[in-house]
């Protein structure tokens, strides 16, 4: 076993537990710090498969903007849930039992592909061509509508969430 | 190197984890957090196919990260516009339990 599967089996062990502690911890607090853990070991992943832009990006959007939006909103509705409460529904053990067979059903449709256990060698020099990327979003033959509409469509959300959570003075009375 | 298939199983594994989390947690905003652990599956998945794409045809390959970067901003507006709603119904009825949710009912 090479090195880099020691540390990709090592990555994803700490990535799933701390998804796990994720949707199992009772403490919403702590389930938000799991989660940074967790996005930071989806980000070492992306690193294993010479994606280092996307590992870059992941931990800026991710870890540095998402999870503190979430951090956020947990400190702005804090005392609804107590920390003695469970934070799960009652028959829980019935999602928990979908996701297994799901996970199964994957597992198993997945291993009938033929080139399932095909190895990822390393790519050659300049493996993710960077330049090409930036010049296919703007390019009119390439990508340059879903870049436009995608750039409107967070603009958008930010307007809209900001109009959403904004204070209204004719209802604060 | 690594095989494929450890990626695609480690995905799959998020991926149901996130989905337990969705069915089964009552704060709207931990459904949230589990919401990004399913869209960081599905990450992972368009990541390890972009290596191997481009394994296979010699050359780096731009669309599976084009997609790679829709999933990212989607997710942005995804939980930008879903705090402020959790957030716009907490000052409504000081919960952001799903369960007690009702402001449709009437």
Known sequence: MSGLQVVFLIVAIVTLFSGLMVVASRKMMHSALWLILSLLGVAILFGTLQAGFFAIVQILVYIGAISILIIFTLMLTRRVMDDDHPGVIKGWWLPALMAVILFGLLAGFMATWDNFQAMLNELPANPENLAGFGAALVDPAGYVIPFEVASVLLLAALVGAIYIAAERKEKAG | ?106
């Open chain 2, 1 to 106: 190197m690594i095989p494929l298939s450890w990626y695609l199983i480690a995905a799959a594994a998020l991926f149901c984890i996130g989905l337990f989390g969705v069915l089964s947690r009552k704060n709207a905003v931990s459904i949230l957090m589990s919401i990004e652990l399913m869209l960081n599956a599905v990450n992972i998945n368009l990541v390890a196919f972009w290596h191997y794409h481009s394994q296979i045809q010699g050359v780096s390959q731009v669309a599976p990260q084009v997609f790679v970067a829709m999933v990212f901003i989607i997710a942005a507006a995804e939980v930008a516009v879903g705090l402020a709603l959790i957030i716009s119904a907490y000052k409504r009825r000081e919960t952001s339990v799903v369960d007690e949710m009702t402001l449709l009912k009437g």
